[in-house]
């Protein structure tokens, strides 16, 4: 069974910055083997697509409204994903996820799909005050 526990979240200025962690473990599964992602998802809002980054690391994919803002990094020896966040605006309020696929994904354009993840966390909260 994989795991994934989130946090790192909490209340921040706008302008601000945060680094969400993401755990991952389970008896056969390694990050460094796996696609991993950030999602987010707001009130009355459908979860939306974050940042991910390929098994290999090689590749980055950001949604256009973090660009230049947010970096998403792995450590594959403590399976841990970050997601850091810099420069925060209101509109980043929402609650985070982090997810991982079993499989790797042979389109760019997989990462940011839902539904192509296998495990999710459980989320954590991101508050941005004025």
């Known amino acids: 069974q994989v795991q994934l526990v989130e946090s790192g979240g909490g209340l921040v200025q706008a302008g601000g910055s945060l680094r969400l962690s993401c755990a991952a473990s389970?008896?056969?599964?390694?990050?460094?083997?796996?696609?991993m992602g950030w999602f987010r998802q707001a009130p009355g809002k459908e979860r939306e697509f974050v940042a991910a980054m390929s098994w290999s690391s090689i590749s980055t994919y950001y949604t256009d409204s973090v660009k230049g803002r947010f970096t998403i990094s792995r450590d594959n020896a403590k399976n841990m994903v970050y997601l850091q966040m810099n420069s925060l605006k209101l509109e980043d309020t929402a609650v985070y996820y982090c997810a991982a696929s079993s499989s790797h994904f042979y389109s760019g354009g997989y990462y940011s799909q839902p539904n192509r993840y296998d495990y999710w966390g459980q989320g954590t909260q991101v508050t941005v005050s004025s």
């Open positions: 389970g008896r056969t599964f390694s990050i460094s083997s796996s696609p």
